[in-house]
Nanobody, 126 residues
Framework: QLQLVESGGGLVQPGGSLRLSCAVSVLSFDYVAIGWFRQAPGKEREGLSC???????IYTDSVKGRFTISRDNAKKTVYLQMDSLKPEDTAVYYC????????????????????WGQGTQVTVSS
């Protein structure tokens, strides 16, 4: 069973940047795909980005070009660099293990996410 812990959230002004971290406790991190999701107040949880065990990445349209996902296998950590933040990016951000059937693809659908972190709040406001 995986344990995931997010960190790095906070309050940032529009146009600013934050880097979220997802530390994963698991023996074989190299074989794990990790996704980032978020849930804004009154809205459904949505998938943002995912990185496969082989480093393949995918982004939802709303964050493409602004957010960058990466992984450090030695540190068993996945990062989400968020630039050009907007007020509509305000949400609780979660990372989760994503069930992937190969090393290059990574779906960002909630149905394929299993173990979740506790979430970290990101607030974009002036």
């Amino acid at each position: 069973q995986l344990q995931l812990v997010e960190s790095g959230g906070g309050l940032v002004q529009p146009g600013g940047s934050l880097r979220l971290s997802c530390a994963v406790s698991v023996l074989s991190f190299d074989y794990v795909a990790i996704g980032w999701f978020r849930q804004a107040p009154g809205k459904e949880r949505e998938g943002l980005s995912c990185i496969s065990s082989g480093g393949g990445t995918i982004y939802t349209d709303s964050v493409k070009g602004r957010f960058t996902i990466s992984r450090d296998n030695a540190k068993k950590t996945v990062y989400l660099q968020m630039d050009s933040l907007k007020p509509e990016d305000t949400a609780v951000y979660y990372c989760a293990e994503v069930v992937s059937y190969d090393s290059l693809t990574c779906p960002i659908t909630i149905a394929r996410a299993r173990f979740w972190g506790q979430g970290t709040q990101v607030t974009v406001s002036s």
